[in-house]
């Protein structure tokens, strides 16, 4: 039953981590919802035990985001910020932008725009 519900996860979510010397770049494609929220936290927790400098979430295929996808990318944050490095969310589809902005976060989020 575990693998019928991990499957079911990867086709809501699909997060690839790469990493280029010290930055790390996550790609975010789908549904970032409470049912996938913990799998891209895990996504990040691994990239950030690489010790990179700074950590870029490509969010531009996004499909959509709910509260516990919003908290996730808010704790994503906050474990970079423990660990000194620098996080932004780089090309958010406009959903997630629309988000961010009604619920207040724009400028932990997306400073940059």
Request: include cysteine; hydrophobic fraction near 40%.
């Amino acid at each position: 039953m575990r693998d019928d519900w991990e499957s079911s996860q990867a086709a809501q979510l699909r997060v690839e981590a790469r990493h280029e010397g010290a930055e790390a770049t996550i790609t975010v494609e789908g549904e970032l919802d409470h049912s996938t929220a913990e799998g891209f936290v895990a996504c990040i927790l691994e990239a950030l035990d690489t010790k990179p400098r700074s950590v870029t979430v490509d969010a531009h295929a996004v499909t959509l985001t709910d509260s516990s996808g919003l908290s996730a990318l808010l704790r994503a944050r906050g474990l970079a910020f423990v660990d000194r490095v620098a996080f932004r969310i780089r090309d958010p589809s406009a959903r997630l932008r629309r988000l961010v902005e009604v619920s207040g976060t724009k400028d932990l989020l997306l400073p940059d725009e």
